[in-house]
């Protein structure tokens, strides 16, 4: 109120007027000069946040993905997308290089002294690596040509590789007419080549573009990137562009890759293969039990397998690489291991050898000892039913007592301390209390017996007639069918009497079950009851307090 009261009598009513609270400047907002080349780089390359940040990463300029759309949002520079409803959800499988190359082919958007060219594209599902090529017509020839172009310069073997339904591609579709076994129509020119070069050939479904996902997304990579920018005077300036735009596109961060690229991922691959013979040697040197947890982390760091900060593994990373089961060509799931369908990098041999190692290095955490408390989870305070607890005292001779004593949760009790002999003392009366003479306990045990006899054979006659009623329904059930199978009745009168049979079997299995349960049920408690009595006898004379 004073500070009002001195705004008013210096400007008047005009300071008393609601204002906004909202800082002026803000000591966290990005620079100007970083928003500047954010905005620079999207009118440059076009890019999405997440690359526009790994390219700022490179220099030297870190901000999070969402501050850079925000950026570019504000600046009227975001793509307005359709939200598309998801009509097929596929399964992600990591992959091999070359263990899957999808091939498509791609009109040229113009054509160039009125000829049509048509650009035919491979790219690996693992790695992303693109190879191009420009033909002038859309043929077998021309496919089998860039196929085997394709095997002679890939860095990797190509193991299969995935096309639509093309005639181009596979007889699918165009030659079943013209084959002498309509039903066994004959190979492809373009299967025959992966035949001889031992090459799986997938097919996509048809109308499925989707399942050869990759390379029509690089097509539109194409068509924006590249098409869109350049206008092309001859073939050969057609191919000169082309082969430079794709080694551009094999050295390009790609959002699938996390940010790397096809010639980096390319390299990963390399060095994973590395990674297995580096495993198997650092396995063969711990087997010799020259090396400790600490050592064997310092030896993978002299060769490349450090953890992400450049510093060695730790011990717990290292016994987890030592006793992965994956080696051996396992795989975890459910906590159950199955045969893998990969190559084991170790022999069971040397993986058991390095594990007697570490067993033998193992030094486990001593347990805590448990205190012999007997009485603590049996008995409770007789004045405020709280729990009872105790703890050792040792007088000046060096001899330990027991003792025990209310917890005194509830508040004030006016129970002392007491002595472990003299607790034992009333639990020992308490059972004499409750025991009989061992001779009275048998002669309850023999006459228990008898009533069961009597029992069973009392109840033997009722059985027997609940017995004979189940296997005159079983009879009945068999004539029904006969009669059924004979055709001496309808069908409408077949089905009615088989329910009504049916389910009167099912009550007297049901009867039957009971019978012999309750008959059993009904002497047990007795029985227990006379044990525990037999138990307490024994309990009280013995001087073992844990019994």
């Known amino acids: 109120m004073e500070r009002w009261l001195a705004e008013y009598r210096k400007?008047?009513?005009?300071?008393?007027?609601?204002?906004?609270?909202?800082?002026?400047s803000n000591p966290k907002e990005t620079p100007i000069r970083i928003k500047e080349r954010v905005i620079e780089l999207r009118k440059e390359t076009e890019m999405c946040a997440k690359v526009l940040k790994w390219k700022l990463e490179k220099e030297n300029i870190f901000l999070h993905k969402n501050t850079v759309h925000k950026i570019i949002k504000k600046e009227r520079l975001a793509r307005k997308y359709r939200i598309r409803k998801l009509k097929y959800k596929y399964i992600k499988v990591p992959l091999a290089k070359g263990e899957l190359v999808e091939i498509d082919v791609k009109y040229v958007p113009e054509t160039i002294k009125n000829q049509q060219y048509y650009q035919f594209t491979a790219i690996d599902c693992a790695s992303r690596w693109r190879y191009l090529k420009i033909y002038n017509d859309y043929s077998n020839f021309s496919s089998i040509r860039f196929l085997k172009k394709l095997i002679n310069v890939a860095p990797f073997r190509i193991r299969a590789v995935k096309t639509d339904n093309g005639s181009n591609f596979t007889n699918r579709y165009t030659s079943y007419l013209k084959s002498s076994d309509p039903m066994n129509p004959r190979l492809h020119d373009f299967d025959l080549i992966c035949q001889k070069y031992n090459i799986i050939h997938y097919l996509i479904d048809p109308g499925k573009p989707a399942q050869n996902g990759k390379v029509e997304r690089s097509h539109r990579t194409d068509q924006e990137?590249?098409?869109?920018?350049?206008?092309?005077?001859?073939?050969?300036?057609?191919?000169?562009?082309?082969?430079?735009?794709?080694?551009v596109y094999n050295n390009k961060e790609h959002c699938g890759l996390n940010g790397k690229t096809p010639n980096e991922m390319l390299q990963l691959f390399k060095l994973k293969k590395c990674h297995k013979r580096l495993v198997k040697t650092a396995f063969e040197e711990y087997a010799t039990g020259k090396y400790t947890l600490v050592g064997l982390a310092e030896f993978l760091a002299e060769h490349g397998i450090v953890q992400k900060k450049g510093t060695p593994l730790a011990k717990v990373s290292v016994v987890k690489i030592l006793t992965n089961r994956a080696y051996l060509g396992f795989v975890k799931y459910h906590g159950e291991y199955h045969d893998g369908n990969f190559e084991p990098i170790l022999s069971p041999t040397l993986f058991e050898a390095v594990q007697k190692v570490l067993k033998s290095k193992q030094r486990p955490r001593k347990q805590k000892e448990r205190y012999d408390f007997p009485f603590t989870q049996?008995?409770?305070?007789?004045?405020?039913?709280?729990?009872?607890?105790?703890?050792?005292?040792?007088?000046?001779f060096g001899t330990r007592y027991t003792y025990y004593r209310c917890t005194k949760k509830s508040g004030k009790c006016s129970q002392p301390y007491l002595a472990a002999d003299a607790l034992a003392a009333q639990a020992h009366t308490l059972l004499q209390s409750v025991s009989l003479p061992l001779e009275e306990i048998e002669v309850m045990e023999k006459q228990i017996d008898t009533w069961e006899h009597e029992s069973i054979s009392s109840r033997g006659a009722v059985a027997q007639n609940l017995k004979s009623k189940l296997s005159e329904t079983r009879e009945k059930l068999d004539r029904l069918v006969s009669l059924y199978l004979d055709q001496d009745i309808e069908r409408d009168l077949y089905l009615t009497t088989k329910d009504a049979l049916l389910r009167q079997k099912a009550k007297v299995e049901e009867s039957l079950g009971d019978f012999w349960q309750q008959g059993k049920n009904r002497l047990e408690p007795l029985r227990s009851f006379v044990l525990s009595l037999k138990e307490a006898g024994k309990v009280a004379q013995t001087k073992n307090y844990a019994e």
């Open 11 to 24: 400007h008047g009513e005009i300071e008393l007027e609601p204002k906004s609270t909202r800082p002026k």
């Open 225 to 247: 990137m590249f098409y869109e920018r350049n206008k092309f005077k001859s073939l050969k300036d057609l191919e000169t562009k082309i082969s430079l735009w794709n080694n």
């Open 378 to 396: 049996l008995a409770r305070c007789g004045e405020c039913d709280c729990a009872i607890t105790a703890q050792y005292a040792t007088n000046r």
